[in-house]
């Protein structure tokens, strides 16, 4: 079983930037990373990291979120940069296979407005 602490989130303006970070204890799987909630009660897949340095990120957060992991510390932050209202959401820090996520902490809200 993992257990998560997620820190970071908050309220920022459209084009502003947010940290999130995440600290993972117990039996860590290949892949952490973090996932999202949005109001419209999608989930959706953000940016993973495998132990072999693998990324991936969703189309919508290329090139404007950047992942990080500390294999000896067993975290993983996520720097996002030019938020957009439409980042709006609860993301949660997860672990899992490079096909999904089998366990997730309890969610840091992100809302992105003027």
């Known amino acids: 079983q993992v257990q998560f602490v997620e820190s970071g989130g908050g309220l920022v303006q459209p084009g502003g930037s947010l940290r999130l970070s995440c600290k993972a204890s117990?039996?860590?799987?290949?892949?952490m990373g973090w996932h999202r909630r949005t109001p419209g009660n999608q989930r959706e897949m953000v940016a993973k990291?495998?132990?072999?340095?693998?990324?991936e990120y969703a189309d919508a957060v290329k090139d404007r979120f950047v992942i990080s992991r500390n294999m000896a510390e067993n975290t993983i932050d996520l720097q996002m940069t030019n938020l957009k209202p439409e980042d709006t959401a609860v993301y949660y820090c997860?672990?899992?296979?490079?096909?999904?996520?089998?366990?997730w902490g309890q969610g840091t809200q992100v809302t992105v407005a003027s």
């Open positions: 117990g039996s860590i799987p290949y892949f």
């Open positions: 997860a672990v899992g296979s490079f096909w999904n996520f089998t366990s």
């Open positions: 990291r495998g132990m072999g340095g693998e990324i």
